[in-house]
């Protein structure tokens, strides 16, 4: 009986790893046609646009990250920054920069804004209302763009089904072992699997790096405060503009992410987070994610395998694949880095740790303080 269910076992590792070496060609393959799209062409006016930035706490970076926002070569923008607490230390970043571009139109709002079980959203809710134009761009503060961020964005928005617009993004790392695995698994896990989902569905969700909307659509949805209730907000705000009849666009720009954990444990909770979050979110499409793990699937295959030549031809395949995709990932998503193949196992070992440990509870940590997550992504 003992062998009989380790045959099942070895032959369903088998089909899994199968099923994941065929899923990092397609990553491979999503990848190279992302690099290869052609320029989109410049919309035939630019409307004027209001960046929020929301703020809590001092980061790593953050200057220049809150910079790059105020340096962009586009002709009428607002930003807005904005924290809860007004004796929050990121606000004295963000007033150094009001004095350091007067001729921008730059402002700092710092109030409770309003009580959601989200706090980002309720931040956003307070800022909203200093908002001039009617294009929304929501970034989170941990990103850095390029002076042309803004054009891209605008761009796609030249179509008027457009409601809503996001940006892949890209994992740069502090120095240190835990922000090097953590952008490895940004890059590599799920920048990566964005561009194989949308081989097969539209877009119908954003990301909280670039979050863009038409105020219309924003309004259509029950503004701000119908995003509220849920952890994944970026998640939510694409599928409710997408629900009211609007296309999700893709823009033509990839964003940098700060990384900077300061340590394993810290990586692990903030992974464990999105986890959770997507699970809560997309319970299908989060089990069906298991085959993106093609590394620790060939080793339990392997393990358990009869065929050492079978074991062995598994391994080598998924081996040589997942380097071909961390090189892939890295000239697409973040080109300033280095290769690090040596970061691999590591960094494929702790994100499967943290899909299976989503299955078994349902509480995080965002930003030091917990919070339990129901189906639909709803917090409480």
């Not at 940006?167 to 120095?175: N, S």
């Not at 409710?240 to 609007?246: H, K, R, T």
């Not at 050492?308 to 998503?333: N, S, Y």
């Not at 965002?366 to 189906?375: A, F, K, M």
Request: hydrophobic fraction near 45%.
């Amino acid at each position: 009986m003992a062998f009989k269910l380790r045959d099942v076992a070895a032959a369903t590792a088998l089909a899994l790893t199968a099923a994941g070496l065929a899923y990092s060609v397609a990553e491979i393959a999503g990848m190279r046609r992302f690099r290869r799209r052609s320029p989109p062409a410049p919309p035939a006016s630019l409307p004027p646009i209001t960046i929020l930035k929301p703020l809590h706490g001092g980061e790593p970076q953050l200057y220049e990250n809150l910079r790059s926002f105020c340096e962009q070569t586009y002709p009428q923008y607002q930003v807005i920054f904005g924290a809860r607490d007004p004796l929050d230390p990121a606000l004295d970043v963000a007033r150094r920069l009001v004095q350091e571009f007067p001729e921008r139109d730059l402002c700092v709002v710092a109030s409770s804004g309003v009580r959601t079980p989200n706090p980002k959203i309720g931040n956003l809710l307070g800022m909203i209302g200093s908002a001039k134009h009617d294009v929304l761009v929501i970034a989170d503060s941990d990103i850095r763009v390029g002076t042309e961020y803004l054009r891209a964005v605008a761009s796609a928005f030249r179509d008027p089904c457009v409601g809503a617009a996001t940006c892949l993004y890209g994992g740069v790392p502090l120095d240190g072992i835990a922000p090097q695995l953590g952008a490895t698994i940004v890059n590599e896990h799920f920048m990566a699997s964005v561009l194989v989902a949308l081989m097969i569905e539209p877009l119908a969700y954003t990301f909280g790096a670039t979050m863009a909307v038409r105020r219309e659509a924003l309004e259509r949805i029950g503004g701000l405060a119908a995003l509220g209730g849920f952890i994944g907000d970026d998640f939510m705000l694409g599928k409710l503009v997408s629900e009211a009849g609007y296309e999700i666009a893709l823009c033509p720009y990839v964003v940098r992410m700060t990384v900077a954990d300061p340590d394993v444990r810290t990586l692990w909770l903030h992974h464990l987070r999105w986890q959770r979050t997507v699970r809560a979110s997309r319970p299908r499409g989060f089990a069906g994610s298991l085959v993106t793990y093609v590394l620790p699937l060939a080793c339990i295959s392997a393990l358990l395998n009869r065929s050492p030549i079978l074991a062995g031809a598994t391994l080598a395949g998924a081996v040589t694949l997942r380097v071909i995709v961390h090189d892939e990932a890295r000239k697409t998503f973040a080109p300033e880095t280095h290769l690090a193949p040596w970061l691999i196992p590591a960094a494929d070992a702790l994100v499967f740790a943290t899909w299976i440990a989503a299955f078994f509870g349902s509480d995080v940590t965002w930003r030091g303080d917990r919070y339990e997550i129901q189906d639909g992504g709803h917090l409480m």
